[in-house]
Antibody
């Protein structure tokens, strides 16, 4: 069955960096678009970024553009999110999700918590 | 940006009752590109409905979606104990990945 397992979250100071990873299994990773979606504590869902199956097409939400970089390694069945210049408002649980290519999210990982605080 | 407004904010019902959740868009959602997700405390969201009315794999038929344009509805015909959760709608008709509503909590009365 489809499994997505995020890692790399933790506590970081404002202005710091963190790299999230998502290990995928149970499907042909290289066939699917992938996305990162986040949820601030007690709040709703916010799409962050997506990457096409080959990695050739990438989009970001305006709130993270220029600070976050999405990437993937199809040989390792892995998705990444490099987060730089972190702000307090980036504090959230970050989910990786298998994207449908139409734009909805078919499968989600369990999430990893990123806390930005001094 | 298309803004989605979900109502009510909280729905208090008993097991066995019917739940009707609303999602209203500030502009027409193209091609009925509207999805619904269920999220239980401490868990990731789960896809229930896509294309406004198509059930995702493994979703019980007590869940149904309807609507078009700016008004969409998620109906749970008879609430089971495991259905008490928060429900989010998402429009994905506007690039690149659309927007989510703020959520409706279905709680036990």
């Amino acid at each position: 069955q489809v499994q997505l397992v995020e890692s790399g979250g933790g506590l970081v100071k404002p202005g710091g960096s963190l790299r999230l990873s998502c290990a995928a299994s149970g499907f042909t990773f290289s066939d699917y678009y992938m996305s990162w979606i986040r949820q601030a504590p007690g709040k709703g869902l916010e799409w962050v970024s997506y990457i096409s199956s080959s990695g050739s097409t990438i989009y970001y939400a305006d709130s993270v553009k220029g600070r976050f970089t999405i990437s993937r390694d199809n040989a390792k069945n892995s998705l990444y999110l490099q987060m730089n210049s972190l702000r307090a408002e980036d504090t959230a649980v970050y989910y990786c999700a298998r994207d449908s290519t139409k734009g909805y999210f078919q499968h989600w990982g369990q999430g990893t918590l990123v806390t930005v605080s001094s | 940006e298309i803004v989605l407004t979900q109502s009510p904010g909280t729905l208090s019902l008993s097991p066995g009752e019917r739940a009707t959740l609303s999602c209203r868009a500030s502009q027409s959602v193209s091609s009925s590109y509207l999805a619904w997700y269920q999220q239980k405390p401490g868990q990731a969201p789960r896809l229930l409905i896509y294309g406004a009315s198509s059930r995702a794999t493994g979703i019980p038929d007590r869940f149904s979606g309807s609507g078009s344009g700016t008004d969409f509805t998620l109906t749970i015909s008879r609430l089971e104990p495991e259905d008490f959760a928060v429900y989010y709608c998402q429009q994905y008709g506007s690039s690149p990945r659309g927007t989510f509503g703020q959520g409706t909590k279905v709680e036990i009365k």
